[in-house]
């Protein structure tokens, strides 16, 4: 197998390698690192010192990627499936770096400061923090309302890199920081997200790592469930 993936079931950047890796068919073996456990995370960290996960090893050409939307790019150009995840066209790649890093920036990074906090200890908590991050999290929801009328997809006119950060970034998000009533721009792309192939098998899979989610108790209760929809 060309291709390893060392990533974690339950990590919303490795979700959006994920589904990349599923919307272009590519075979890959994926290699689940567990966060506290050495020996598990020691070939990790021989290939990135930094630890964080997802990292792509691509054996035939002897070398390793890091960073969700550096492993999509490298995939696109050196294993790319029928349609390219980022489009050739400058404009319109453009547009769909842009919105890769919207969701990453201001839809996942904010939803991790709801996550980690719960994490912490009761002395330990930054409500101040978490509001902060709830603020960003109202004004994407805004903006995206606004950018995803009359679209089907976040950028290009189809599936892009946009939209595989989207799905994770949105799926922990609207969990954390529910999307606002009469949003239905925004609802209907997500819902568009959760019915996509590639996106509903990254779920499935992730299914039995959810009881272990901080936020378990916002989740709804099908999600909980060891068997798919």
Known sequence: MSLLLYYHPLASFC?????????????FRGELVEPGNPAS?????????????????????????????????????????????VPPDPDAA?????????????VQHPMQKFVGDRLRGEQERDPRG?????????????????????????????????????????FYA??????????????GYFDRLMARPSVRRTYDEARPYFSL??????MPAHLLSQEAD
């Open 15 to 27: 979700h959006k390698v994920l589904i990349a890796l599923y919307e272009q068919g590519n075979d």
């Open 41 to 85: 995370r020691a070939p990790l960290l021989d290939l990135w010192p930094v630890g964080k996960m997802p990292v792509l090893h691509d054996v035939g050409r002897a070398v390793t990627v890091p960073e969700s939307t550096i492993i999509i790019e490298y995939l696109d150009r050196h294993h790319p499936g029928d349609v390219p995840l």
């Open 94 to 106: 453009r547009e769909v770096r842009l919105w890769d890093r919207f969701f990453d920036l201001y």
């Open 130 to 170: 978490v509001a902060e991050a709830a603020a960003t999290l109202d004004t994407a929801y805004t903006m995206l309302e606004a950018h995803l009328a009359g679209r089907e997809w976040a950028a290009a006119g189809t599936f892009t890199l946009a939209d595989c950060a989207a799905a994770p970034a949105l």
């Open 174 to 187: 609207g969990i954390v920081r529910p999307f606002p009533r009469g949003h239905e721009n925004l609802i």
């Open 213 to 218: 989610f901080p936020y378990r108790d916002a």
